[in-house]
């Protein structure tokens, strides 16, 4: 790739999160029209005046600009080793991570080995806790069976665990994974060793975001978990506890409107399963159907409904409801009559983008958008 030291050099610019960098990138590569080579190569006036630029920032970039011959030299050591980058301009890129991370948050560059046609297939996450219960890990085994025979790639981060179960068993069902690193493409020697064949054979894509050299970190691992949900269509939990990756990746995607599936505890499990669902998690059972849990009735007993379609059912239902009458959130609460409160319920309709709301006798109604609209990519 021709101008890879440069985008080396302006994704891991220092103090500079995701969201300059890709503000930066709008206003040179799409506005206007030039590379970011020639970017590099401007006048700092043109730097603090067209770009808007503080002192600071020309200074970050006046030092980057001067590791350039270095990072050139690591560009292409990388490319005879058979890794790949790919900036978050090019049509290679994976379009599911641009859309779920958007400019906030999405990786300006992607370091790759293997692959690359899986970042734009159909993709599941699995994700749970390193020291998961069995009942965990037979779970992470059935959605990855589930989802490699609908010819899904399986999402894991090559944590022990959920993570090591998924990707294991993405591979024996003849299924194909994307494993996202907690460390510098360069640093997964062992890794490399034990799934040669698979990356050879285009069945496992290892990513990286992080510069190449960087060894495994725990803040790196935390920094990983966004990619790993960003990258999936969909997100299933096999087992949380009350703090470190799962957890905070849980909260994070919901914070970001994703659907995330976790599933429901057996009577006895100790985790934090059930507190994920009540944050907005939607719960599943064993084998990944959808669970309604109805008010506790009279007696004290609860009714569960499974449902068999997990990826829509809820969002379908609440469109159907309210396709022809405009209802409030109580309503739709006692017409499905879900275990749910007005509060929670009505955090998740506002993240339905089908959905608007109207003001009727001074109650919020929720009813679907006549003309919904979709929203264009900024890259």
Same mark, same amino acid.
């Given at each position: 790739?021709?101008?890879?030291?440069?985008?080396?050099?302006?994704?891991?610019?220092?103090?500079?999160?995701?969201?300059?960098?890709?503000?930066?990138?709008?206003?040179?590569?799409?506005?206007?029209?030039?590379?970011?080579?020639?970017?590099?190569?401007?006048?700092? =006036?043109?730097?603090?005046?067209?770009?808007?630029? #503080?002192?600071? @920032?020309?200074? @970050?970039?006046?030092?980057? &600009?001067?590791?350039?011959?270095?990072?050139?030299?690591?560009?292409? /050591?990388?490319?005879?080793?058979?890794?790949?980058?790919?900036?978050?301009?090019?049509?290679?890129?994976?379009?599911?991570?641009?859309?779920?991370?958007?400019?906030?948050?999405? +990786?300006?560059?992607?370091?790759?080995?293997?692959?690359?046609?899986?970042?734009?297939?159909?993709?599941?996450?699995?994700?749970?806790?390193?020291?998961?219960? #069995?009942?965990?890990?037979?779970?992470?085994?059935?959605?990855?069976?589930?989802?490699?025979?609908?010819?899904?790639?399986?999402?894991?981060?090559?944590?022990?665990?959920?993570?090591?179960?998924?990707?294991?068993?993405?591979?024996?069902?003849?299924?194909?994974?994307?494993?996202?690193?907690?460390?510098?493409?360069?640093?997964?020697?062992?890794?490399?060793?034990?799934?040669? %064949?698979?990356?050879?054979? =285009?069945?496992?894509?290892?990513?990286?975001?992080?510069?190449?050299?960087?060894?495994? $970190?725990?803040?790196?691992?935390?920094? %990983?978990?966004?990619?790993?949900?960003?990258?999936?269509?969909?997100?299933?939990?096999?087992?949380?506890?009350?703090? =470190?990756?799962?957890? #905070?990746?849980?909260?994070?995607?919901? $914070?970001? =409107?994703?659907?995330?599936?976790?599933?429901? +505890?057996?009577?006895?499990?100790?985790?934090?399963? &059930?507190?994920?669902?009540?944050?907005?998690?939607?719960?599943?059972?064993?084998?990944?159907?959808?669970?309604?849990?109805?008010?506790?009735?009279? /007696?004290?007993? /609860? $009714?569960?409904?499974?449902?068999?379609?997990?990826? @829509?059912?809820?969002?379908?239902?609440?469109?159907?409801?309210?396709?022809?009458?405009?209802?409030?959130?109580?309503?739709?609460? #006692?017409?499905?009559?879900? @275990?749910?409160?007005? %509060?929670?319920?009505?955090?998740?309709?506002?993240?339905?983008?089908?959905?608007?709301?109207?003001?009727?006798?001074?109650?919020?109604?929720?009813?679907? $958008?006549?003309?919904?609209?979709?929203? +264009?990519?900024?890259?």
């Amino acid at each position: 790739m021709k101008d890879a030291a440069y985008w080396i050099a302006l994704s891991h610019l220092p103090r500079w999160g995701s969201q300059k960098i890709n503000n930066l990138i709008i206003k040179f590569y799409h506005n206007s029209g030039i590379s970011i080579e020639e970017f590099f190569n401007l006048p700092k =006036g043109i730097w603090e005046k067209q770009y808007e630029l #503080e002192a600071k @920032d020309v200074k @970050d970039l006046v030092n980057a &600009k001067l590791e350039v011959p270095n990072y050139a030299f690591l560009a292409e /050591s990388l490319i005879s080793q058979g890794f790949e980058m790919i900036p978050i301009t090019s049509k290679v890129y994976s379009q599911t991570l641009k859309n779920n991370l958007k400019t906030s948050f999405a +990786p300006p560059l992607l370091y790759i080995k293997g692959n690359t046609k899986l970042l734009h297939e159909n993709s599941v996450a699995i994700v749970g806790s390193r020291d998961a219960s #069995e009942i965990a890990l037979k779970f992470a085994d059935v959605i990855a069976k589930k989802s490699t025979e609908s010819y899904k790639v399986i999402v894991s981060g090559f944590a022990k665990g959920v993570d090591r179960q998924a990707l294991d068993s993405a591979i024996k069902y003849k299924g194909q994974s994307i494993i996202v690193l907690p460390q510098g493409i360069q640093t997964f020697t062992s890794g490399y060793k034990e799934y040669y %064949r698979q990356i050879v054979n =285009g069945d496992v894509l290892v990513l990286s975001t992080f510069f190449p050299k960087s060894p495994w $970190k725990t803040a790196l691992a935390m920094a %990983r978990n966004p990619i790993i949900y960003g990258l999936a269509n969909d997100i299933y939990v096999a087992e949380s506890s009350e703090k =470190g990756g799962t957890w #905070e990746g849980v909260h994070d995607g919901l $914070k970001k =409107g994703r659907k995330i599936f976790v599933r429901m +505890p057996q009577p006895g499990e100790k985790n934090a399963n &059930k507190l994920l669902i009540a944050s907005g998690a939607i719960p599943i059972d064993d084998v990944g159907n959808v669970i309604y849990v109805a008010p506790k009735s009279v /007696s004290g007993s /609860s $009714k569960i409904t499974v449902v068999n379609e997990p990826s @829509d059912t809820f969002d379908e239902t609440i469109r159907n409801l309210v396709r022809s009458k405009p209802m409030t959130a109580s309503e739709i609460l #006692e017409k499905l009559k879900l @275990d749910y409160s007005v %509060r929670k319920l009505s955090t998740q309709l506002k993240k339905m983008d089908f959905l608007e709301t109207k003001k009727i006798k001074n109650k919020i109604h929720y009813k679907v $958008k006549i003309n919904s609209s979709v929203q +264009p990519t900024l890259f």
